[in-house]
């Protein structure tokens, strides 16, 4: 019992020290590191306490003589090996039954979106250039990566010539990043953990963040690795779609909501040109401490399920042998 409740703490732990990390890594750390670690990492944090708590919950079932008969398992055998506190049973297992509810309803969601936004992206493509230009009015001049399997990046052609030449490079680059590097899927990633793991809730703006920047990076390394210019021209693209929307945001805003998309000039702008303007970030201690507790985690929920289903089995074999 003691062991298990340590590797569920462990688990807390784990997730908290994501959270309080992961602004930190971000300014330490490559974008293009750092995304990938939190996604991931959160995923496997929120699904190492979910097993666990379903383990429990599975725990306090196996006591019970009316699934215990069905399942095949000796009542006292399981009471042995697996000395889990009714109370806490309980508690984890309707904890986990809520989590794993919210999960698979945000699944549901996103899978919905993102059908969606592929049927939108092959429409628009038509078997062309991922790069899409459409009309538009001023007031919604835009440019954005539409999500999918294909996905492709659409720009409205008022907006694009508004732009300077290093200004429609620096949006192309940035938004060509998203298609290729699957952005979308990071951000969804975290959504999943944060509906398994509501712990992890404020990872979920860091990792867009993180896209953003990761996409800023790649856009300046297509501009001769000219960081200053690059954010120059961020700044500037962000000014220009401003003074062409004219008011306009509410309504593009809300026909954009529907599918999953990633904008180059939409959010943290300032913080984002700031950023390109230092120095280009390299890898971090904290970073590998981070991943290395992640593993930890990881390893220690994975040897305690073990534990665990051993337990049901001495309980079920325990069973046979004595009805033989």
């Not at 590797?7 to 994501?18: G, H, I, K, N, P």
């Not at 399942?71 to 806490?88: E, F, Q, Y």
């Not at 508004?162 to 620096?170: H, I, N, S, V």
């Not at 220009?240 to 943290?268: C, F, I, N, Q």
């Amino acid at each position: 019992m003691t062991s298990v409740m340590f590797v569920v703490a462990l688990c807390m732990a784990t997730s908290v020290t994501v959270v309080l990390s992961a602004g930190r890594l971000l300014e330490r750390s490559r974008p293009s590191t750092v995304v990938p670690l939190l996604a991931i990492g959160s995923l496997f944090s929120a699904a190492s306490l979910g097993l666990l708590l379903a383990l429990l919950g599975k725990a306090v079932a196996s006591t019970l003589p009316e699934i215990a008969s069905t399942a095949g398992w000796s009542i006292d055998r399981s009471a042995a090996t697996l000395p889990v506190p009714v109370l806490v049973c309980v508690a984890a297992g309707c904890i986990a039954a809520v989590l794993l509810a919210r999960t698979l309803w945000r699944a549901g969601r996103i899978s919905v979106l993102l059908v969606k936004s592929d049927r939108l992206g092959r429409r628009l493509r038509a078997g062309g250039s991922p790069i899409v230009f459409v009309d538009s009015d001023e007031a919604q001049a835009d440019a954005y990566t539409l999500a999918g399997i294909k996905g492709c990046v659409v720009i409205s052609r008022q907006f694009f010539s508004a732009l300077g030449p290093r200004e429609q490079q620096m949006l192309t680059g940035h938004e060509l990043s998203h298609l290729r590097r699957r952005h979308h899927l990071y951000i969804h990633a975290v959504d999943l953990a944060v509906a398994a793991n509501p712990i992890l809730t404020r990872v979920a703006p860091v990792i867009r963040l993180g896209v953003e920047r990761w996409a800023d990076e790649d856009a300046a390394a297509m501009m001769a690795g000219d960081r200053a210019s690059a954010a120059t021209a961020l700044a500037s693209t962000a000014l220009t779609r401003a003074s062409l929307r004219r008011g306009g945001e509410g309504a593009v805003t809300k026909g954009k909501g529907a599918v999953p998309v990633l904008a180059v000039a939409t959010s943290h702008v300032a913080q984002r040109a700031r950023a390109l303007l230092s120095p280009a970030p390299q890898r971090s201690v904290l970073t590998v401490l981070v991943a290395a507790l992640m593993t930890a985690t990881c390893i220690a929920t994975l040897a305690t399920a073990l534990h665990l289903h051993a337990g049901f089995e001495h309980a079920e074999i325990f069973q046979h042998i004595t009805h033989q």
